[in-house]
C-alpha cells in the first residue's frame, strides 16, 4: 500500500510498504482525516535517531478496519479518534506514576514515531485497541476530535506540568498549535494574566482570542524584556517552542518559586545552558520540569467530552484544508515552509 514518509533523513516522498496486520490486541485503522506535525518535519530532517523507510504522521482519526481477536469494545467499522501516543499498558514504564509516555524508555509510547510506520497511510496498525482509541462523541467534528490527538492532549499537558492555578500569572513562549492550545489550557484552569509570545500573525491572532491577555512577537529581539515590562512577577512559563535561548529566557523570567514546563523538543543542541544567576544560583525554587504529551483511549474520550460541552474548541487551529492522499505532501511542505498565515492544516483522506 502507499504510505508518506521518509525515505531517508531529508528524503521525503511515497513509500511502497506493506499493509499493517494486527495482533490480538490490536487494529487496523483506514485513517479518514489526517494532520501533519512540526515533529513530523523535524523527524523528516534528521531531528531524532536516524529512521529510513519510515512512514510519518502521528495525528489521525478514521475507520476501523480489523480488530484483533481479543479486542472487544471496537470493531470493524467503528469511527475513531487515535491518540498520538498509545502506550504499551503492559509495559512496566506506565506503571510508575506520571510516566505513561514512556512505557519502554523515554518517549517509549510515542510509538507513530519511534517504533513503526506512522498515520499517513492507506492504513495504519493501532497497538491494544481497547486501551488506545477513542470514539467520537455525537456533537464533536472529525476534525476537532484530529485536533484532539496531538495539538490539545501535548498544549493542555503543558498548562498542567506547569500546575497553572486561579489568578496565576503564565507566560507561554512559542504559539504554534501546541502553545495555543496551551494558553487556551491555562486560561480554562484559572490563569489571571496569560501573555503569549509568537512569531507568526495568524497565531498571535487566535492566542488572543483563546484568552491571552496580552501578546509579544517574538520576532522582536527583546521579546522578553517586553514580558518583564508587561509582568515583572510572572508565576508559570510554559514553553511549547524555541531553541535553547527560549529555555534560558523562561528561567530568567519566571519568578523564585515559580515553574517552567518545557514541552518543546530540542533536537538542534547537544548541551541546553542554564543562566546560573538567573536561575538563582541553583537556590531559587525555580522548578523547571521537561514533559511529554499523555496518551491512551482514557486520556483522549476526556479531551473529546471537553468539546463535546463546549469548553473548547480547538477547530479554530485549522488554517489550511486538504483532499485525497495525493495532496500529503502538499500539505507536508506547507508544514516545513510555516508561511505566516499557517497554523495547521489537515488533510481528507
Ligand atoms: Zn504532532
Same mark, same amino acid.
Given at each position: 500500500?502507499?504510505?508518506?514518509?521518509?525515505?531517508?533523513?531529508?528524503?521525503?516522498?511515497?513509500?511502497?510498504?506493506?499493509?499493517?496486520?494486527?495482533?490480538?490486541?490490536?487494529?487496523?485503522?483506514?485513517?479518514?482525516?489526517?494532520?501533519?506535525?512540526?515533529?513530523? &518535519?523535524?523527524?523528516?530532517?534528521?531531528?531524532?535517531?536516524?529512521?529510513?523507510?519510515?512512514?510519518?504522521?502521528?495525528?489521525?482519526?478514521?475507520? &476501523?478496519?480489523?480488530?484483533?481477536?481479543?479486542?472487544?469494545?471496537?470493531?470493524?467499522?467503528?469511527?475513531?479518534?487515535?491518540?498520538?501516543?498509545?502506550?504499551?499498558?503492559?509495559?512496566?514504564?506506565?506503571?510508575?506514576?506520571?510516566?505513561?509516555?514512556?512505557?519502554?524508555?523515554?518517549?517509549?509510547?510515542?510509538?507513530?514515531?519511534?517504533?513503526?510506520?506512522?498515520?499517513?497511510?492507506?492504513?495504519?496498525? &493501532?497497538?491494544?485497541?481497547?486501551?488506545?482509541?477513542?470514539?467520537?462523541?455525537?456533537?464533536?467534528?472529525?476534525?476537532?476530535?484530529?485536533?484532539?490527538?496531538?495539538?490539545?492532549?501535548?498544549?493542555?499537558?503543558?498548562?498542567? &506540568?506547569?500546575?497553572?492555578?486561579?489568578?496565576?500569572?503564565?507566560?507561554?513562549?512559542?504559539?504554534?498549535?501546541?502553545?495555543?492550545?496551551?494558553?487556551?489550557?491555562?486560561?480554562?484552569?484559572?490563569?489571571?494574566?496569560?501573555?503569549?509570545?509568537?512569531?507568526?500573525?495568524?497565531?498571535?491572532?487566535?492566542?488572543?482570542?483563546?484568552?491571552?491577555?496580552?501578546?509579544?512577537?517574538?520576532?522582536?529581539?527583546?521579546?522578553?524584556?517586553?514580558?518583564?515590562?508587561?509582568?515583572?512577577?510572572?508565576?508559570?512559563?510554559?514553553?511549547?517552542?524555541?531553541?535553547?535561548?527560549?529555555?534560558?529566557?523562561?528561567?530568567?523570567?519566571?519568578?523564585?518559586?515559580?515553574?517552567?514546563?518545557?514541552?518543546?523538543?530540542?533536537?538542534?543542541?547537544?548541551?541546553?545552558?542554564?543562566?546560573?544567576?538567573?536561575?538563582?544560583?541553583?537556590?531559587?525554587?525555580?522548578?523547571?520540569?521537561?514533559?511529554?504529551?499523555?496518551?491512551?483511549?482514557?486520556?483522549?474520550?476526556?479531551?473529546?467530552?471537553?468539546?463535546?460541552?463546549?469548553?473548547?474548541?480547538?477547530?479554530?487551529?485549522?488554517?489550511?484544508?486538504?483532499?485525497?492522499?495525493?495532496?500529503?505532501?502538499?500539505?507536508?511542505?506547507?508544514?516545513?515552509?510555516?508561511?505566516?498565515?499557517?497554523?495547521?492544516?489537515?488533510?481528507?483522506?
Amino acid at each position: 500500500m502507499r504510505g508518506f514518509g521518509m525515505r531517508d533523513v531529508d528524503d521525503i516522498g511515497w513509500l511502497d510498504v506493506p499493509r499493517p496486520v494486527c495482533g490480538p490486541l490490536d487494529a487496523v485503522v483506514r485513517p479518514t482525516i489526517v494532520a501533519p506535525c512540526t515533529s513530523d &518535519v523535524r523527524v523528516a530532517h534528521g531531528g531524532a535517531a536516524p529512521r529510513t523507510n519510515r512512514v510519518l504522521g502521528h495525528e489521525a482519526v478514521g475507520i &476501523v478496519e480489523a480488530v484483533g481477536d481479543l479486542v472487544t469494545g471496537f470493531r470493524a467499522g467503528d469511527v475513531v479518534a487515535v491518540p498520538c501516543v498509545t502506550p504499551d499498558w503492559l509495559a512496566p514504564g506506565v506503571q510508575h506514576a506520571r510516566t505513561v509516555s514512556h512505557d519502554a524508555g523515554e518517549q517509549g509510547s510515542f510509538k507513530f514515531v519511534g517504533h513503526k510506520d506512522g498515520v499517513m497511510a492507506e492504513a495504519f496498525h &493501532v497497538n491494544q485497541a481497547d486501551a488506545n482509541l477513542a470514539r467520537i462523541p455525537a456533537g464533536v467534528p472529525p476534525e476537532a476530535a484530529l485536533m484532539a490527538t496531538d495539538m490539545m492532549p501535548t498544549g493542555l499537558h503543558g498548562a498542567e &506540568v506547569a500546575e497553572v492555578g486561579f489568578g496565576d500569572t503564565v507566560v507561554v513562549v512559542g504559539i504554534g498549535p501546541v502553545g495555543l492550545m496551551a494558553v487556551a489550557g491555562a486560561v480554562l484552569r484559572g490563569a489571571g494574566r496569560v501573555i503569549a509570545v509568537g512569531g507568526r500573525p495568524a497565531c498571535l491572532k487566535l492566542a488572543a482570542e483563546y484568552g491571552a491577555s496580552a501578546v509579544v512577537s517574538r520576532r522582536d529581539d527583546d521579546w522578553a524584556g517586553q514580558v518583564i515590562r508587561l509582568a515583572p512577577e510572572v508565576d508559570k512559563v510554559i514553553v511549547a517552542g524555541g531553541d535553547q535561548s527560549t529555555l534560558a529566557a523562561a528561567v530568567r523570567l519566571v519568578r523564585a518559586g515559580g515553574i517552567v514546563a518545557n514541552i518543546n523538543f530540542y533536537d538542534q543542541a547537544a548541551v541546553l545552558q542554564l543562566p546560573v544567576v538567573d536561575w538563582g544560583l541553583g537556590m531559587a525554587d525555580k522548578d523547571i520540569r521537561g514533559s511529554f504529551c499523555l496518551g491512551g483511549g482514557v486520556q483522549l474520550q476526556r479531551l473529546l467530552a471537553m468539546i463535546a460541552a463546549g469548553r473548547i474548541d480547538p477547530t479554530r487551529l485549522i488554517t489550511h484544508t486538504f483532499e485525497g492522499l495525493d495532496r500529503l505532501p502538499d500539505a507536508f511542505a506547507l508544514m516545513e515552509a510555516k508561511p505566516d498565515d499557517l497554523i495547521k492544516p489537515i488533510v481528507y483522506l
